[in-house]
C-alpha cells in the first residue's frame, strides 16, 4: 500500500516534538528553553501542514506558495504555479498560514490551540533575536510547553490516530533544582525591554483562558512539586513492591472507574447535550459498540466485583467524544 503523502509531515513533526523534549529535559543544558520552543514550533508546523495536506487528498500544493503563472507577454494568468525559493524548490506556506487554513471548517483548530502556538512563537521569536535570561519566563516556557505538548498530543491522537504510547511525552519536573521554583513574584521593570514585553503578552494570553487541567486544550499548564517532610522511616518504603515492609495501598474498583465516569445513560445523555444533530439510533449503536473492546474507551466491569458470574456494566471515558465528534456536529 502507498504512503499518503502527509505520513512524512507526521513522522518529522513527531521527531521535532520528541527533540524538543530530549533537550529540555537534559540535565545540563544552557539553551534549554530557547530550543524547545524552536523545536515545537517546528513540530506544530509539520503537524498542520500533515493536517491540510490530508483534507486535500494529499495534494501538495495545498500547502505551497502559489502565483499566478506570467505569460509570454509579461501579463499575468489565471492558472496559479508554486513560487519557488532560491535552489529551485517550492516554498511552502509558514505556520500563521496554517494555522489560518485549520482554524476554520472542516478542520476547526480549537481556537485555544491556536492561542498556544502563538505564545510559543513570540518566545521563539525573542529567543532567536535575545538571550532568556529571566527565571520567571523559564517557568512560563514550562507551563505553557506542558500545555503545548498536551495540546498537540491529543491532536495527532484524535487526526491520525498515532500512538504515542511507546514515547515518555512528557516534560520533567524541572522545579526539583531550578530556580524558578523560589519566585513567588516578580517585577517586570528588573528585565529588558523585550522580556518584559514578552512577560505582558503572555500574562494576557493566560488571563483570556486560565489554567484548567480537566479541560482537553490549554495556553498553558500551572504545575507546582511540593516536598512533605516525615520523621516516619516508613514513609520511604512506598513502592510497587511484594516486600513485607512496605507499605500496602489500596485501590478500589471505584478509583479505578474514576477515568470512566460515563455508563450507557449517561453517555447518551452527555453525547444529546454535546451535538445538535444526535438521535439514538442504529448509526449511535454502530459507531459505540466497536469502543467497548478499546480499553482508552471504555471499561467492563462486574456489577458485584466478588462474583465472577455476575452481570457486566460498561463503562466510558471521556476519550469516546474525540470518536462521536467526527460523527456528529458540535
Not at 78 to 101: E, V
Not at 135 to 155: C, D, P, Q, R, W
Not at 168 to 185: D, G, R, V
Request: net charge positive.
Amino acid at each position: 500500500m502507498k504512503t499518503p503523502r502527509y505520513k512524512p509531515f507526521v513522522d518529522k513533526s513527531v521527531g521535532a516534538a520528541l527533540s524538543a523534549i530530549e533537550i529540555y529535559n537534559k540535565p545540563d543544558f544552557k539553551y534549554r528553553e530557547e530550543t524547545f520552543a524552536i523545536l515545537m514550533i517546528n513540530a506544530w508546523e509539520l503537524l498542520l501542514k500533515a493536517k491540510i495536506v490530508k483534507e486535500n487528498k494529499s495534494n501538495l500544493k495545498s500547502i505551497y506558495v502559489l502565483k499566478n503563472k506570467i505569460g509570454k507577454n509579461g501579463n499575468k494568468l489565471a492558472t496559479l504555479t508554486p513560487d519557488l525559493n532560491r535552489s529551485g524548490n517550492p516554498k511552502s506556506i509558514g505556520l500563521p498560514k496554517c494555522l489560518s487554513i485549520c482554524e476554520p471548517s472542516p478542520i476547526n483548530l480549537n481556537p485555544i490551540v491556536k492561542d498556544n502556538i502563538f505564545v510559543l512563537m513570540e518566545i521563539r521569536d525573542t529567543a532567536i533575536h535575545f538571550q532568556h535570561d529571566d527565571h520567571y519566563l523559564s517557568k512560563k516556557v514550562f507551563e505553557i510547553g506542558t500545555a503545548s505538548l498536551k495540546n498537540y498530543l491529543n491532536l495527532i491522537v484524535e487526526w491520525f490516530e498515532y500512538d504515542l504510547s511507546i514515547y515518555n511525552f512528557f516534560l520533567m519536573p524541572m522545579t526539583f533544582f531550578h530556580e524558578f521554583e523560589a519566585i513567588k513574584s516578580y517585577s517586570i521593570h528588573s528585565n529588558k525591554d523585550q522580556i518584559e514585553n514578552l512577560l505582558k503578552y503572555i500574562s494576557a494570553k493566560e488571563k483570556e483562558s486560565p489554567s484548567d487541567e480537566k479541560r482537553e486544550y490549554n495556553i498553558s499548564l500551572q504545575l507546582e512539586t511540593k516536598f512533605i517532610k516525615s520523621t516516619s522511616t516508613d514513609s520511604l518504603l512506598v513502592n510497587y513492591s511484594n516486600e513485607p515492609d512496605a507499605i500496602k495501598v489500596n485501590i478500589t474498583e471505584e478509583d479505578a472507574l474514576k477515568n470512566y465516569p460515563f455508563d450507557y445513560a449517561k453517555l447518551t445523555t452527555a453525547l444529546q447535550q454535546r451535538y445538535t444533530d444526535f438521535k439514538v439510533n442504529q448509526k449511535y449503536h454502530k459507531i459505540r459498540k466497536p469502543l467497548r473492546s478499546i480499553k482508552r474507551y471504555c471499561k467492563t466491569r462486574l456489577l458485584d466485583p466478588n462474583n465472577s458470574k455476575s452481570p457486566k456494566k460498561d463503562w466510558y471515558s471521556s476519550e469516546v467524544f474525540k470518536v462521536f465528534d467526527k460523527h456528529y456536529t458540535r
